[in-house]
């Protein structure tokens, strides 16, 4: 398992397919010894670069420690770029830094996720909810505003009317504005839009 971050790149071993009755021990070592070369390969297919923890299975045996990190530094002699790699601790850790020929294959190949910038992570439509629901309490606050409208994302916008629909109410009825929620298709992820108009129907900057 390869996974790439801003700090590091992160090479997780597991036995895969090694499900053969043996001891544990020995199948940690052929596992490692077969994943080392295949670790090499894919850094140069890849081109990862920085600091690379590679964290193998577990072994108890001194010497296959020893093995495997033997066999992964002659894998890595192949590759054209630099590379400083450190012993194996005992926890089957490999510490290493590796110098960067050209933009990785993740970069080049993928783009970031509009909705969720490249983070892999979006906000609940709770967490949207209750973020647009501050603005609407400042928006509502000012005297020259007395209509507000709400642009959102149909999952949003159905969570607004429902879930927050109590809220939505109490902000009109404190402060005498009227708040209209749209719920616009093309809207996605945390994207939305705060209109605010005052009582002659001209838009107030916010």
């Known amino acids: 398992m390869i996974e790439q971050t801003e700090a590091m790149v992160s090479i997780d071993v597991n036995s895969g397919r090694h499900r ?8 940690a070592y052929e596992t490692n010894m077969e994943a080392a070369t295949e670790i090499a390969r894919q850094l140069r297919l890849r081109d990862l670069g920085g600091l690379i923890i ?31 790699i450190l012993r194996m601790s005992r926890f089957g850790v490999i510490e290493m830094t590796r110098q960067r020929i050209r933009p990785s294959l993740q970069s080049s190949t993928y783009l970031a996720c509009p909705h969720c910038a490249g983070s892999g992570f979006v906000k609940s439509q709770e967490s949207l ?20 409208e709400l642009f959102v994302s149909p ?46 129907g001209s838009v107030v900057k916010v």
């Open 155 to 200: 999952e949003v916008a159905d969570y607004l009317q429902n879930a927050k629909r109590a809220m939505i109410v109490q902000i009109e009825q404190l402060t005498e504005k009227q708040v209209v929620i749209h719920s616009a298709p093309d809207y996605t992820g945390e994207k939305h839009e705060l209109v605010c108009y005052n009582e002659r």
């Open 129 to 148: 909810a209750i973020e647009v629901i501050r603005l609407l309490n400042l928006s509502a606050s000012k005297d020259q505003i007395k209509r507000i």
């Open 20 to 27: 053969r009755p043996k001891s544990a021990e020995q199948t």
């Open 54 to 84: 590679c964290d193998f299975i577990d072994m108890q045996s001194e010497k296959h420690r020893r093995d495997v990190e033997k066999v992964f530094r002659t894998a890595a002699k192949a590759d054209r770029a630099r590379s400083r």
